[in-house]
C-alpha cells in the first residue's frame, strides 16, 4: 500500500428531531406543473403549493456498531476505451457545422475515490472514512473477473484499521457530443452529455462475497454557444476536463444509495372550502400546522357535503405530515380518497399524495433504524 488518506468527523451529530423536519416556501401553483387533471379544477376553487425537504432512508443498513469505513480501489487498470461507436451525421463537418460522436471511456478512479470519501465523511454518518490511494488491480497481469476475495477483504480491512470496505470495481462514462447550427438564432450549438456509471461492492471481514452491490447509472451535461463552430469546440468542455468532472460526480452518486439523504418534493393544500378551512390556512402558511390541522377538523366534522369533507381531510394529511405524524397522515389521505369519489380531479390529487404517503409510511421504521446510531 502506498497511501492511505484518513477523514475523520470531528464527532456524530446529535439525532435530533430537526433531522426529519421540513422547511418550505408557499406559492401559487402554476397549473401547467400538475398536467392536465389539474385543469379541472373549478374556477371557484383554489389551490396552493409549497416545497419540503424530508429523510429518504439508504438501500443499504449498516449495524450501528460500524463506526469505520475504509475505500478501496479494485477497478482493473490500462484498460483501453472502449471506443464502440463514433460517427458524424454528415462527411463535411466544418462546412455544415453538424457533428454527433458517442465515446466510451474508462473514468478517472482517482477522482471518483477522492469524492466518494469526500461525500461520505460530509455527511458524519460514520466516524471514519480511510482511503486507499492504491491501485489493487495495478500489478495484474490479467483481467481477474468478480471482486475481492475473502482473503483480500480481511487483509484490507485488517490493515486500514476498519469495520466495512467499500470496493470500486468498475467506471464506465458514455459522451455524446453534438454540434449544431440553429438557422433561427445565427449561433452554433454545442453540448456534451455524459452518462456515469459507477460499480461499488460492499464487503464485511469473513464473508466469501460482498454483502452488496450498488450499480447505479446518470448523467452530468455542458453546454456552449457561439457564433462559429470552431469558437464552441474551443469552448466546449475539453475531454481532459470532461473526465475529471464526470468522474468526480460518478465518485459522490453512490451515497444517495449508502446514506440516509434529503429527497424534496412538492406537495399541495386547499385554500378555501369554508371559513374553518381558510383560517386553517392561515395558520398552515405560518408553519402553526397543529393549529391549522385543529381548525381542519372541526371543518371535516362540521359538513357533511363529501366535496368539503375531501378539501379538509386532503388538509389534514399535510398537517399530519409536517408534524411528523405519519400514521395520521396516512390515515386522513385514506380519508380524503374515500371523499373523492366522483370527483376526477380531486381523486387525482389524492391518489398521488396517497402515493407518496404510503412510500414515507413505509420507509420509517427503515429510517429510524439507519438513524438509530445517533442516539445517545
Known amino acids: ?17 430537526a433531522l426529519r423536519s421540513y422547511h418550505f416556501q408557499f406559492s401559487i401553483l402554476n397549473f401547467q406543473l400538475i398536467a392536465v387533471a389539474l385543469l379541472l379544477l373549478s374556477g371557484c376553487q383554489s389551490i396552493e403549493q409549497l416545497t419540503i425537504d424530508y429523510m429518504e432512508p439508504a438501500k443499504v443498513s449498516f449495524p450501528d456498531e460500524l463506526k469505520k469505513v475504509g475505500i478501496v480501489n479494485n477497478v482493473p ?45 460530509d455527511e458524519e454518518y460514520f466516524e471514519q472514512v480511510v482511503i486507499c490511494d492504491s491501485v489493487l488491480r495495478a500489478n495484474d497481469t490479467q483481467l481477474q473477473a468478480g471482486g475481492l476475495s475473502m482473503d483480500e477483504v480481511n487483509y484490507l480491512i485488517n490493515y486500514l484499521d476498519v469495520d466495512v470496505l467499500l470496493s470500486l470495481e468498475s467506471l464506465q462514462l458514455r459522451e ?35 454483502v452488496a ?35 468526480d460526480y460518478a465518485g459522490a452518486l453512490p451515497v ?53 369533507q375531501f378539501y379538509a381531510a386532503y388538509n389534514l394529511a399535510l398537517a399530519y405530515e409536517m408534524m411528523d405524524d405519519m400514521e395520521k397522515a396516512y390515515q386522513w389521505i385514506n380519508t380524503a380518497l374515500e371523499k373523492s369519489q366522483g370527483n376526477s380531479t380531486n381523486q387525482f390529487l389524492a391518489q398521488q399524495y396517497y402515493k407518496d404517503l404510503q412510500k414515507r409510511h413505509s420507509n420509517i421504521a427503515i429510517l429510524d433504524a439507519q438513524l438509530n446510531r445517533f442516539k445517545e
Open 1 to 17: 500500500m502506498e497511501k492511505i488518506w484518513l477523514f475523520s468527523t470531528a464527532k456524530l451529530r446529535n439525532a435530533k428531531k
Open 77 to 121: 487498470q490500462d484498460l483501453p476505451n472502449r471506443l464502440s461507436r463514433s460517427f458524424t451525421d454528415t462527411p463535411d463537418v466544418e462546412s455544415n457545422g453538424l457533428s454527433h460522436k458517442t465515446s466510451y471511456y474508462n473514468g478517472l478512479t482517482s477522482y471518483a475515490m477522492e469524492s466518494l470519501a469526500h461525500a461520505i465523511a
Open 176 to 210: 455524446v457530443r453534438d454540434y449544431l447550427y440553429s438557422p433561427d438564432f445565427g449561433l452554433y450549438i454545442g453540448t456534451a452529455n455524459v452518462a456515469v456509471r459507477p460499480i461499488l461492492n460492499i464487503y464485511l471481514p469473513g464473508r466469501e462475497t460482498q
Open 213 to 247: 452491490t450498488i450499480n447505479m447509472t446518470d448523467s452530468i451535461y455542458w453546454d456552449e454557444v457561439g457564433n462559429s463552430l470552431t469558437y464552441v469546440k474551443n469552448h466546449l468542455i475539453s475531454q481532459e476536463e470532461m473526465l475529471k468532472q464526470a468522474s
Open 256 to 308: 444517495k444509495n449508502l446514506l440516509p439523504h434529503w429527497e424534496s418534493a412538492n406537495r399541495f393544500f386547499f385554500t378555501n372550502g369554508n371559513l374553518k378551512v381558510r383560517d386553517g390556512v392561515v395558520y398552515a402558511r405560518e408553519n402553526e400546522w397543529d393549529k391549522a390541522a385543529e381548525l381542519w377538523e372541526q371543518a371535516y366534522a362540521g359538513t357533511k357535503n363529501k366535496k368539503k
